[in-house]
């Protein structure tokens, strides 16, 4: 959301260093710099994305909003789940399953 504010601002500020020229300067040499900074936003959206995908991973955080119970938890909660399942894990919160969730999501960036 940041990085497709940022490019939008980026954009508008080449179409006013654009106007200011009064066509002196190509809209080309304007924009050029466009380009580059979308790849590097694209970029960055990737490693984020492959970020919570490898923590999603090693923290065991399954797509039913819960996340495997270890360390003290883990040792307090052994027992108990042997006979009930769903103490192996805790919940977590809908604001982070959220927050996760949108910034692992694919966007588009035009310009």
């Given at each position: 959301m940041y990085q497709?504010?940022?490019?939008e601002v980026l954009y508008k500020i080449s179409e006013l260093r654009y106007a200011l020229y009064l066509g002196?300067?190509?809209?080309?040499?304007?924009?050029?710099l466009l380009p580059t900074y979308?790849?590097?936003?694209?970029?960055?959206k990737e490693r984020v994305t492959k970020w919570h995908k490898d923590i999603t991973k090693r923290l065991n955080i399954d797509?039913?909003?819960r996340r495997k119970?270890?360390?003290l938890d883990g040792a307090?909660?052994?027992?108990?789940?042997?006979f009930k399942?769903?103490?192996k894990h805790k919940?977590?919160?809908?604001?982070?399953?959220?927050?996760?969730?949108?910034?692992?999501a694919i966007h588009v960036y035009k310009i």
């Amino acid at each position: 959301m940041y990085q497709k504010s940022l490019l939008e601002v980026l954009y508008k500020i080449s179409e006013l260093r654009y106007a200011l020229y009064l066509g002196r300067v190509s809209r080309e040499q304007c924009v050029a710099l466009l380009p580059t900074y979308t790849q590097q936003a694209i970029d960055t959206k990737e490693r984020v994305t492959k970020w919570h995908k490898d923590i999603t991973k090693r923290l065991n955080i399954d797509a039913e909003e819960r996340r495997k119970r270890d360390g003290l938890d883990g040792a307090l909660h052994f027992i108990p789940s042997l006979f009930k399942d769903e103490l192996k894990h805790k919940a977590i919160a809908q604001n982070t399953v959220n927050l996760v969730e949108s910034q692992s999501a694919i966007h588009v960036y035009k310009i």
